[in-house]
């Protein structure tokens, strides 16, 4: 029993530690999901806003992209904070993301080369479907105010540096309100800092109010209903970025270029443009092949 | 309770079907554990021999600084770690962020010292007796150290049951390192909250009933190995 003891943990020892050296070797041997080993392959760093994989867009376009390339793409889902983040540690070779000031001052920090706007949606104020505070069909920025001034119903915020984060803080000063004056201004506002799915579902929970990209919403939608869906202010411009290689030498800029080709492909528009629509009776994105979306 | 019923539902299903994605994720998170665990290992017995049989400076504060690393939030191991791997980090240049070898590193840091507390408290069970007849008796000093780790180890195994637990259980510091990359990083505790966030509860919480299974096998296994040889060295 003894040696059977020692044997075991020596096997499994020396067995984990060479799967690790497998595996710490850069490039090597990958296994797709049924356990099959692949040829040696490239792998690409992407970083995405975590709407457009919510909402399983990269689930579809990973496995076209992959075949097309013939690299391994992958995705690390994050807010667009924590995704600027790894675009400044040079972790990443290209960010698809939502958040028009913060890319413009990414690529301005020498960060990022240009910012490519691949698909479009709006943002909309979800609630309670009775509506408590009564702003639906309000503008975006009265519908804040109202919920401000009452401080009778909770407003989940995502509170995370997202994109949809910055858009709200926007929409605050749109309204003008100081948004620090808003975060301290009681406990109906709630800082969630979590994705826009949990922050739906918790907004469901207490009877609250969010804002939402609309796809995430039509994702999870729970028993919460779309109150606000107009104004130019609640436009949602997702862009693709590739990174720098002047601030990052070891940036992939061969794939990072051929992503942004990819998505701004017809192909890719064109099910962009249809993405949702046999599930939810309405696409969630719509296609703008490369060019700023106006209205 | 809906989600609690149809995820156990759930759960079956994948286990049963070999569900090529999950059994990946379980595969996935079973060997970055074994390896932070065996690497553990490997550096906590001599290191742990060296620090009980030796007297210096500091050693009380040594062991009350290991106690304290007990409770060390996984998040910051996972900081940690990021910040040194990051690619404008001080171990940029090997390319290990995002990787699950860079997840070993975390783990093994995070278990390090509950690991090494465990198996110096395990020595001091030892009779000090065990060490001095074995020298009389001319071992040197490595055989002497080995056949007191032969002495302690039911405690030392426990030790490693935990270490295991507490690195496959972790969530932090796998999201961080890893950076939760489908098919590549992502593990069954960073796969639960990448599909809570997702809101697919069901599936998420499949995937926790499986994390437990696997963690109930492997102390079952340490169990019976423990209870047979109790039984072969002390029979009744």
Redesign the interface.
């Known amino acids: 029993?003894?040696k059977f003891?020692f044997y075991l943990?020596t096997i499994?020892?020396i067995a984990?530690?060479s799967?690790?050296?497998f595996?710490?070797s850069?490039s090597t041997d990958?296994?797709?999901?049924?356990?099959n080993v692949l040829p040696k392959q490239t792998?690409i760093?992407l970083a995405t806003t975590?709407s457009l994989?919510?909402t399983g867009l990269w689930s579809l376009l990973?496995p076209m992209y992959e075949e097309e390339y013939g690299v391994?793409l992958?995705?690390?889902?994050a807010g667009s904070g924590i995704a600027f983040e790894y675009g400044?540690?040079?972790?990443i070779s290209v960010l698809t993301i939502h958040s028009k000031a913060d890319e413009l001052k990414f690529i301005e920090d020498g960060y990022g080369m240009e910012r490519i706007p691949f698909a479009y949606n709006h943002f909309v104020i979800v609630g309670p479907a009775d509506d408590p505070a009564g702003i639906a069909g309000m503008s975006p920025q009265e519908a804040f105010a109202t919920l401000a001034e009452q401080k009778s119903s909770p407003f989940i915020s995502r509170g995370d540096n997202s994109g949809t984060h910055s858009k709200e803080k926007a929409i605050w000063a749109a309204a003008g309100y100081n948004y620090s004056d808003i975060t301290s201004s009681g406990s109906w506002y709630v800082s969630a800092g979590?994705?826009m799915?949990?922050t739906?579902?918790h907004a469901g929970e207490v009877g609250g109010y969010t804002l939402s990209d609309i796809g995430t919403f039509l994702?999870?939608q729970g028993n919460l209903k779309i109150l606000v869906d107009s104004g130019s202010i609640m436009l949602n411009v997702y862009s693709v970025i590739a990174i720098n290689p002047t601030a990052?030498p070891?940036t992939d800029s061969t794939n990072a270029a051929n992503m942004v080709e990819f998505l701004t492909s017809d192909e890719v528009q064109a099910l962009i443009d249809n993405y949702g629509m046999s599930q939810y009776g309405q696409s969630l994105f719509s296609a703008c092949f490369g060019n700023e979306p106006t209205e | 309770m809906n989600d609690l019923w149809g995820a156990f539902e759930q759960a079956i299903r994948l286990i049963v079907s070999r569900d090529p994605e999950v059994m990946n994720i379980a595969w996935r998170s079973l060997w970055i554990a074994a390896a932070s665990t065996a690497i553990c290992v490997a550096i906590c017995l001599p290191l742990g021999s060296l620090i009980h049989f030796n007297k210096f400076r500091g050693k009380h504060l040594l062991l009350s600084l290991l106690q304290t690393l007990f409770s060390m939030p996984t998040v910051v191991v996972g900081l940690f770690v990021y910040v040194m791997v990051s690619n404008s980090g001080p171990l940029g240049m090997m390319g290990l962020v995002f990787t699950p070898a860079a997840m070993v590193i975390g783990q093994t840091l995070l278990i390090i010292p509950m690991m090494l507390g465990l198996v110096i408290s395990s020595f001091s069970g030892v009779d000090k007796a065990v060490m001095e007849t074995a020298t009389s008796l001319g071992a040197n000093r490595l055989q002497a150290y080995t056949i007191n780790i032969k002495e302690a180890k039911f405690p030392i195994m426990t030790a490693v049951a935990m270490g295991f637990g507490r690195a496959i259980s972790e969530v932090g510091a796998s999201m961080i390192i890893g950076g939760n990359i489908k098919g590549y990083t992502m593990t069954l505790t960073t796969g639960i909250s990448q599909y809570v966030s997702m809101g697919l509860i069901e599936q998420a919480f499949a995937l926790g009933i499986i994390l437990l299974l696997m963690a109930l096998l492997i102390n079952i296994a340490i169990y019976l190995l423990q209870k047979r040889r109790q039984y072969v060295w002390f029979p009744s």
């Open positions: 029993m003894k003891a943990l499994v020892m984990s530690i799967v690790t050296c595996a710490c850069g990958t296994e797709d999901q049924s356990g792998r760093r975590t994989y919510d990973e391994e992958d995705i690390l889902y400044r540690n040079c972790d979590k994705g799915a949990p739906l579902m994702a999870n990052c070891n």
